[in-house]
């Protein structure tokens, strides 16, 4: 089945800089674009944040980590990171990766229901 971990979050002074990371199983994972989302709120819709195309690697932001956010993937080892910097405090909250369709035009949508246990981000000085 599907599997998904999260790894990376911790607390950070606003400013700082975290290395999220997602370790997936289950899937061909060279097959699917991947993405990573947060939600801030047990009771919200998750948000997407970035995405990073399968084959060449393309990667689309959200307007809010633009510039401050970097998605990187490695297919030999089913993984992908998130490279977070200059955190705000709008930014903490709990982050999750998962495998997505669209694309940078019509945009993204999960492609698996299940999802990790997510990482959570907190930024306090």
């Known amino acids: 089945q599907v599997q998904l971990v999260e790894s990376g979050g911790g607390l950070v002074q606003p400013g700082g800089a975290l290395r999220l990371s997602c370790v997936a199983s289950g899937f061909t994972f060279g097959d699917y674009a991947m993405a990573w989302y947060r939600q801030a709120d047990p009771g919200k819709e998750r948000e997407w944040v970035a995405a990073i195309t399968t084959l060449s690697g393309t990667t689309d932001y959200a307007v809010s980590v633009k510039g401050r956010f970097t998605i990187s993937r490695v297919n030999s080892e089913n993984t992908v990171d998130l490279q977070m910097a200059n955190l705000k405090p709008e930014d903490p909250t709990v982050y999750y990766c998962?495998?997505?369709?669209?694309?940078?035009?019509?945009?993204?949508?999960?492609?698996?229901?299940?999802w990790g246990q997510g990482t959570q981000v907190t930024i306090s000085s």
């Open positions: 998962n495998a997505v369709r669209g694309n940078i035009i019509r945009g993204w949508s999960p492609q698996f229901g299940s």
